[in-house]
């Protein structure tokens, strides 16, 4: 079965930093493009960060650049966010998604179930 | 960043159809494929509707997609009660070079 599965969220401290991991499984990990996305308790997704298949290329919401960094290990078919000065609106559910293609492009075909991170002091 | 545009919410009764509208412009819509997901209560987004107009496998032909210029509509018929939950359409932007969302709309059957 292909799985995403996230790990790695929790309660931080505003201007803390925190590190999410996602492991995939069920395909071949480095042949697509991978993505975070969010979503803040009640509200609608909000994209992140997007790399894609050979982790060359990353892109970011202004809202997170500068802040977050993507990153992929492809030995370990794991995806990376690294979170740093993190604020009180980047509480979430954080979600995992694999893209259709090598690049940023496409769309999304596999969902993992996210891992929540909350900032609050 | 800006966002694609959809309705609130929509309402329909069980058996009936309601469409779901997604509007953008020419960098994203207009030169991207459109993509659905739905989102069910307590649970993560799963795709529904891809490159405007196809379906995953599983995913029942009573959910179809359109495409025409910078817009995109959701169409689904025969609704059941199981179809309550939020739909997000989604581009890549070209220009912005970010993946962009809709608000999200809500479907009730009522």
């Known amino acids: 079965d292909v799985q995403l599965v996230e790990s790695g969220g929790g309660l931080v401290q505003p201007g803390g930093s925190l590190r999410l991991s996602c492991a995939a499984s069920?395909?071949?990990?480095?042949?697509?493009?991978m993505h975070w996305v969010r979503q803040a308790p009640g509200k609608g997704l909000q994209w992140v960060a997007g790399i894609t298949w050979n982790g060359r290329s990353t892109a970011y919401a202004d809202s997170v650049k500068g802040r977050f960094t993507i990153s992929r290990d492809i030995g370990k078919t794991s995806l990376y966010l690294q979170l740093n000065s993190l604020r009180p609106d980047d509480t979430a559910f954080y979600y995992c998604?694999?893209?259709?293609?090598?690049?940023?492009?496409?769309?999304?075909?596999?969902w993992g179930r996210g891992s929540l991170v909350t900032v609050s002091s | 960043q800006s966002v694609l545009t959809q309705p609130p919410s929509v309402s329909a009764a069980p058996g009936q159809k309601v469409t779901i509208s997604c509007s953008g412009s020419g960098s994203n819509i207009g030169n991207n494929y459109v993509s659905w997901y739905q989102q069910l209560p307590g649970r993560a987004p799963t795709l529904l509707i891809y490159?405007?107009?196809q379906r995953p496998s599983g995913i029942p032909d009573r959910f179809s997609g359109s495409w025409s210029g910078t817009s995109a509509t959701l169409a689904i018929t025969g609704l059941q009660t199981g179809d309550e939950a939020d739909y997000y359409c989604?581009?890549?932007?070209?220009?912005?070079?970010?993946?962009?969302f809709g608000g999200g709309t809500k479907l009730t059957v009522l």
């Open positions: 998604a694999k893209s259709r293609g090598s690049d940023l492009k496409w769309h999304f075909d596999i």
């Open positions: 490159d405007h107009n």
């Open positions: 989604g581009a890549w932007d070209s220009s912005l070079s970010v993946v962009l």
């Open positions: 069920g395909f071949t990990f480095d042949d697509y493009a």
